[in-house]
């Protein structure tokens, strides 16, 4: 009975792991990613702009996928805390100094596509924004 549940048990965990495995995190390649900046209470604050860009997989494992792409004094400011997990990736950025800026990012994902937003702290400013991002696989890196 004990040798039963052993098995049970191992095969369980081997369905686990080839499950995960099937369901890539993110495909690398090109994406096209659709940039939009947001005020608090301000409409149409900047117009949409599109990057292009190729996605490796130091990128996927290191956060930089995500990181911010507008021009933002915060892209320079390290990225912390970076997680994966059920469908979604998160962090944080903190940057240097006297009345640093801050953020915090949440990005939906599937296999070919993304979707998520940077809330920001200009720190000193007392000024804060978003950066929202909705990509998907347009094909391979050149």
Do not use: H, W
Not at 37 to 43: A, G, S
Not at 48 to 64: A, N, W
Not at 112 to 119: E, H
């Amino acid at each position: 009975m004990c040798a039963l549940i052993v098995r049970a048990s191992l095969v369980a965990a081997l369905a686990a792991t080839g499950s995960v495995a099937a369901d890539p995190f993110l495909t690398p390649g090109l994406y096209q990613v659709e940039v939009r900046i947001t005020l608090p209470n301000v409409q149409d604050a900047a117009a949409p702009m599109f990057v292009t860009r190729c996605v490796s997989p130091d990128d996927l494992e290191s956060g930089k996928v995500f990181s911010v792409l507008s021009d933002n004094p915060l892209r320079n400011c390290d990225l912390l805390d970076y997680q994966v997990m059920d469908g979604s990736a998160s962090y944080r950025i903190a940057c240097a100094g006297p009345n640093r800026g801050k953020a915090v990012a949440l990005f939906e994902v599937a296999a070919t596509t993304f979707r998520g937003s940077i809330k920001m702290n200009m720190g000193g400013k007392n000024m804060t924004m978003s950066e929202t991002q909705a990509g998907r696989r347009i094909g391979d890196c050149p």
